[in-house]
């Protein structure tokens, strides 16, 4: 059984669902908490998978399907409140009718400056409860560096983007192979994984993430690292093999997800995301959202996951998520946990 300690999976992550209405702004509320990240995305319409951090600052944009560094940018994201957040009038997330979605977690405001590593961080927002943090950083130092990322325990999933230069996103997850530090992703491609020695340097440990010579990391520019430690009931990092049939894998998580994004590694294919705001029951018809394109929802009736309460079941043969023998990616967060704190069951719904 995975025991939580986090009863009520919305303290920490929540997905909101906004239709714009075309004025000066516009505030978003009942998130269950002020949000620290939030990765929003528009749904009927062609437009940019925008991720937005406090420790950045709210104008502050990042584009996770491109390779753009970070703009400065007015109508977008105005602010981040107690409850949700503030969207301005541009059309990207609040054109009159359009509909969009919003993923927000919970990390710790701006935060502060981390030492633990072989350079500072600017700051480092870090809500240990659900393991989460927000890095901002500058490289200094050759060879193989590190940053502290002031979780308290192993990250099992870091992404991490040049805020100044033009450069891919690279992500690490533990589950690549059995010497993850020399394997890479790229966030805004369908690329599969990729090896390298010394892509993450010495790897990662309860205190710092490392960074080696071959992810192209240069000194003297500024990055954000979003890292993810696994919480049982709560969160869940992992990996599966397809089977290529309708009755697909099932996918064991300890909860009834409420967001999942898989990737493909060993194969060509979309980082898909779904969730249960915008697919609130196991139909036959799931609205995909890709993190590596701008394109709106793709509606798949064979490339689905039924959510059950403790995990996932994938339907269909799509390659994106259930190919024969395809090797797969993933990270999960709960609707609820199937046994909640101190013992007691947990309902799904």
Sequence with gaps: MAYTTINKSTDHFNTKLVTGNGYTTQAISGIGHQPDLVWYKGRN??????FFDAVRGANKALVANNTNAEASVTGYLNSFDSDGF???NDGAVNGSGDTYCSWNWKANGQGSANSDGTFATTYTSANQTAGFSISEFTVSGSGNVSFGH??????????????SHTTNWNVYHEDTSASPQNDYLFLNTTAAKASSTNVWGTGMTTSVVGLGVDI???AGRTYVAYCFAEKPGYSKIGSYTGNGSADGTFIYTGFKPAWVMVK??????????IDNKRTPSNTGTVPEIFADSNSAENNSTDGRFDYLSNGLKARGTNAVINASGGTYLYMAFAEAPLVGQNNVPATAR
């Design 264 to 273: 493909r590694t060993d194969s060509t294919n979309n980082w898909m995301i």
């Design 86 to 88: 503030t969207v301005g």
């Design 216 to 218: 192209g990391v240069t």
């Design 150 to 163: 002031g979780l308290g325990a192993k990250p099992k999933l870091v992404i991490t983007k040049s805020t």
């Design 45 to 50: 319409l062609t437009s940019p998978n925008l």
